[in-house]
């Protein structure tokens, strides 16, 4: 009898994705929404579930999920892609468009499974600079992309871990160039300012991806999607595999639709609690990125961030630890939580710093 069998050389030096999850009292590392959803939706996926026909397979194109979230953006029902959670759409557009061969940009920090998933893929991860400000600069943006010549290139607006929100005038100079899919992550998209749903159009290779985690209050249920060209959907569906979308997530998805003011009226207050956080840690030895999310990312100046991740910790409080991701040292990320958490939050990190 034989040992393990070891997997791709290149999977085995892989450090894989993590995200701690500690037992705390208030938990502000993973941006989820800090409520749930309404109750009204709670007893309506319910009734749904209890109408499944589990003996069947679920609608393979999930037709009218799709076509209520084509209702939402004010496009076609051809131009939405739906999966579980972004995070599969991002893994079937890098089966789809990159692989062996093929390159993909990011532009760095950014979230980190753009490129984690480019490389399981078997794509070549190329990553510009962003500035000091953590803004994108376009002749930087520029350059990249035309020595990389890249299959797939990555925005994350807002962008992940950082917070800020690409410009329209970034997204269309980066769009001109890219021999390629130009993808604007939009898991943050309903906090911003801005949203690259406007450009998207048959005539352009670019793609958005949404996600039902956050505004939603369904992280629970792992349900996203892509708007992009009538093209690129049908090439996606080529490659993801048939009946992935279940009957109940389906239903969940298209009953959330109902729910549009409660999901603005969360957005509203998530963000008044954020610049209210913000402007609250400005008043600390600490540096805090303006963010356009459902998170801040902050530096702490008179202690080490690690120290004071722990030191939140050690009052119940868990944050991001993103210290060790590229130019974050002694950074931290704090999840936008429930006025209370948000309290508890700023009275931990008060008494850690003084």
Avoid at 39 to 61: I, K, L, Q
Avoid at 178 to 201: I, M, N, R, T
Avoid at 213 to 242: C, D, H, N
Wanted: net charge negative.
């Amino acid at each position: 009898m034989s040992g393990p069998v070891m997997p791709r050389e290149d999977v085995a030096l892989m450090a894989g994705y993590h995200s701690p999850q500690v037992d705390v009292e208030v938990r502000l590392n993973t941006n989820e929404s800090p409520e749930p959803p309404p109750a009204a939706f709670v007893d309506a996926v319910t009734a749904a579930v209890a109408d499944v026909d589990w003996n069947r397979y679920p609608d393979r194109a999930a037709t009218a999920l799709r076509t209520r979230i084509a209702a939402l953006h004010g496009v076609t029902p051809e131009q939405v892609f739906v999966a579980n959670g972004s995070n599969e759409v991002l893994q079937t557009l890098s089966l789809t468009y990159a692989g062996p061969g093929r390159t993909v940009v990011t532009f760095e920090p950014t979230y980190a499974l753009h490129a984690h998933i480019a490389r399981l893929t078997g794509s070549t991860v190329v990553s510009g600079e962003r500035e000091p400000d953590f803004t994108l600069s376009v002749p930087e943006a520029h350059r990249v992309v035309r020595d990389a010549d890249p299959a797939i290139t990555y925005l994350c607006s807002p962008n992940n871990p950082t917070g800020g929100a690409e410009t329209e005038v970034t997204v269309r100079e980066v769009l001109d160039v890219v021999p390629g899919l130009l993808v604007v992550d939009e898991a943050y998209g309903q906090f911003a300012p801005w949203s690259a749903l406007d450009l998207v159009d048959d005539d352009r290779p670019l793609v958005v991806t949404r996600t039902f985690s956050k505004t939603w209050s369904m992280a629970g249920v792992r349900l996203g999607y892509a708007i992009g060209p009538t093209w690129f959907v049908q090439a996606l569906e080529k490659v993801v595999l048939p009946y992935h979308l279940d009957t109940a997530k389906q239903a969940a998805g298209r009953i959330a639709l109902r729910f549009v003011d409660d999901m603005n009226d969360r957005v509203r207050l998530i963000v008044s609690e954020r610049e209210r956080i913000s402007a609250a840690m400005r008043a600390m030895p600490i540096d805090v990125t303006p963010s356009g999310a459902n998170f801040v990312l902050f530096r702490p100046r008179v202690r080490p961030g690690r120290d004071v991740w722990q030191a939140l910790l050690d009052h119940s409080v868990l944050v991001r630890d993103c210290s060790g991701w590229p130019r974050l040292a002694d950074c931290l990320r704090v999840t936008v939580g429930t006025p209370a958490e948000n309290d508890r939050f700023l009275a931990a990190l008060e008494d850690t710093l003084s």
